[in-house]
């Protein structure tokens, strides 16, 4: 059989042998090279892999044959054909684990993990990833470990855990650094990078993605360097900065087709097609666009080709082309409706809605606007859900460690584990029934999946307000109340980025913890109530739960006095902390979420809008809306801004809170 692979393998073979290496056999040659080119020529690896397994059956050789089957299953992977690259990756396993090669015995597992993760079976993934790491350890193969632990901050990015993603991912960093491994440094201080563009702060996003170009270029990582360049074209869009976000987006489309990555280019195709809207570049921004949905159509990814739908059809919007853009949206119901992509569905009714009424066509227009609302309520409630969903993930975690380690003593121990497998099973089944009948009987390894029905009363004042803890505590559900006139406000602190990289965390954590106890004796001198923190930003509001009439002043004082003391503030390290403050005044919906580990939190515009105004201000300053200054402007002193850009809200008028009078 001809097969390119085949023949560097050769090639590579004969010359071990002319230099005399008598220890390098011929199908660990051969497997060396199917994982070599795994990833970047998948199907030519497939090929060579069932070669290999040929070889391997002949000579008996149990080894060679189970890597032959990694090979081909991280290839399957890569070629998106999810449950044959299962079944390679099992069969793998069950070949090695009656070997002591525990560090191909934790690739595997990994690679499990990584599938598991793919199929949305979140507890499988982590209890693969917690074999993997076991394995590793055992290898003392300290890459293997910071690559479970990198993906492991993947899966909590995914769950919205960023506190945790970001604690695996700096546990990663250190491992890259220490044995210098730059490729797998440069994904991780990209995926951290990530954490960042999701949370909004696009500063610090874009500095962890411009750490991670010089090693990928030194490594020669073009795959790597597609992907960070269309990342930065992303977060560089956000921002506004077109021209800037243009040229990285064409960086990485540039290597992409060099690399025939054809998700990653229709990716960034898509991404040039929002671009050169923005920039009123209408005949480019077309183009890309068709081409993106070409090339989606072309991989089969329905998602990505919905995505792509959208974008061309709001290019068609913009230039007043109606009929072009409901066509593609009409296209994009269809196929959003068949994945059942609610999200993406309730914004394709939202701008479907938009063109009819430019038809004229107000019925179907309405309906569209119904769609959009009844999806966008069913979209909001499944996400409050979420949480309670991701508690179960901690007992199955459990579960199917204890199915794990009995699977590998059946193999590995055979008849004489037979009893323990049936004491464990049996300890297992009496634990399932007990969990289930003692709702009271809470222990620290099920915390996570029982509902709260002991929690004491110290406990309940310590995360809600009073008045919430007394309703909770009457059995009241759900709790959820609409306020008319709240003020809300998010305090973010720079300098910690700089500090995190040259000292430790638990000092890290004791600075914002001495700086956020200072912040709740100020809320609770001006009656306000924190909400929560969500590593270096502050939220609280003024008018809730109890009603006050002056929440806006407030929480005005409050910024004024946070100002000052973040400003005096002595970090230690010759780093100077500072922070950006934003907030809005207006209506917002309150309530508990969760049964296990309540939390009272905030929903509605007035909060996005405190968002943006922290987010869109500036570093040492108090950034308010036109609402704010209308009610303050005869108590405080303001220095207009100017008409803004704001993300999700268009053009505002907003102000720099000054001083009071």
């Not at 525990?102 to 598991?116: F, R």
């Not at 905030?602 to 996005?608: E, P, Q």
Request: glycine share 6%; charged share 25%.
């Amino acid at each position: 059989m001809s097969n390119e692979l085949l023949q560097i393998a050769q090639q590579r073979f004969e010359e071990f042998v002319s230099t005399g290496d008598t220890n390098s056999d011929k199908l660990t040659v051969y497997n060396t090279v199917a994982k070599e080119f795994c990833q970047t020529k998948p199907a030519l690896t497939i090929e060579f892999a069932e070669i290999i397994k040929e070889e391997a059956i002949n000579q008996n050789d149990t080894i060679a044959l189970a890597l032959a089957f990694y090979a081909s299953g991280v290839s399957h992977f890569m070629l998106s054909k999810v449950d044959v690259s299962l079944a390679e990756i099992k069969k793998s396993i069950e070949l090695l684990e009656k070997t002591n090669k525990y560090d191909e015995i934790g690739s595997n597992y990994n690679m499990l993990g990584i599938i598991s993760r793919q199929k949305g079976n979140f507890a499988d993934a982590l209890v693969n990833w917690q074999s993997s790491s076991s394995y590793y350890q055992r290898a003392e193969n300290k890459i293997g470990e910071g690559a479970v632990l990198n993906n492991l901050g993947a899966l909590q990015t995914q769950l919205g855990n960023f506190t945790e993603a970001l604690d695996s991912y700096q546990k990663s960093v250190k491992i890259f650094q220490e044995f210098e491994n730059l490729p797998r440094l440069a994904m991780t201080l990209s995926n951290i990078g990530i954490i960042y563009e999701n949370l909004e702060k696009y500063d610090q996003a874009l500095e962890y993605f411009k750490q991670s170009i010089p090693l990928q270029e030194s490594t020669n990582d073009q795959r790597g360097l597609a992907m960070t360049y269309h990342n930065i074209a992303g977060v560089l869009k956000f921002k506004g900065e077109y021209a800037e976000s243009k040229e990285m987006a064409k960086k990485s489309l540039a290597i992409r087709e060099e690399l025939q990555d054809l998700l990653g280019i229709t990716t960034t195709q898509g991404l040039l097609c929002a671009l050169y809207r923005e920039i009123n570049e209408e005949e480019k921004s077309i183009d890309f666009g068709m081409k993106s949905i070409e090339n989606a159509k072309k991989i089969g990814d329905k998602f990505r080709e919905t995505a792509s739908l959208i974008e061309l059809a709001r290019t068609y919007e913009k230039y007043k082309n109606f009929n072009s853009s409901l066509e593609l949206l009409n296209n994009a119901v269809t196929i959003a409706t068949d994945l059942q992509a609610k999200e993406l569905l309730f914004k394709i009714h939202k701008d479907r809605a938009v063109v009819l009424k430019h038809l004229e066509n107000y019925k179907s227009a309405l309906e569209s606007f119904e769609s959009y609302f009844t999806l966008e309520k069913e979209v909001f409630n499944e996400k409050s859900n979420e949480k309670m969903q991701q508690l179960q993930v901690t007992f199955e975690v459990e579960k199917k460690e204890r199915e794990a380690e009995i699977y590998r003593l059946r193999n590995v121990e055979l008849q004489s584990a037979n009893d323990e497998i049936l004491r464990q099973q049996d300890i297992l089944e009496k634990q399932a029934a007990e969990i289930e009948l003692a709702n009271t009987e809470l222990n620290e390894k099920n915390i996570l999946i029982e509902e709260a029905h002991s929690l004491s009363e110290s406990l309940l004042l310590n995360v809600l307000p009073p008045a919430i803890a007394a309703r909770l505590k009457a059995n009241e559900n759900p709790i959820a109340d609409r306020f008319e006139n709240v003020t809300v406000l998010f305090a973010d602190i720079a300098g910690f980025t700089h500090l995190s990289s040259s000292i430790s965390p638990e000092t890290i954590v004791g600075m914002l913890n001495n700086i956020f106890t200072e912040f709740d004796a100020i809320a609770d001198k001006y009656g306000l109530e924190k909400i929560k923190t969500i590593g270096d930003n502050y939220m609280c509001v003024g008018g809730l739960p109890e009603v006050m009439e002056n929440n806006t002043e407030a929480v005005a004082r409050f910024a004024l006095e946070i100002r000052e003391i973040i400003k005096n503030f002595d970090s230690g390290y010759g780093i100077d902390i500072n922070a950006r403050i934003g907030f809005h005044t207006g209506p917002v919906v309150a309530g508990v979420i969760g049964k296990r580990k309540f939390a009272y939190d905030l929903w509605g515009d007035t909060v996005n809008t405190a968002s943006r105004m922290e987010s869109h201000g500036e570093v040492g300053k108090i950034h308010v809306t036109e609402k704010v200054y209308t009610i303050l402007q005869d108590l405080f002193t303001f220095e207009f801004r100017g008409p803004l850009t704001i993300k999700g809200k268009g053009t505002m008028n907003t102000y720099f809170l000054l001083d009071a009078k």
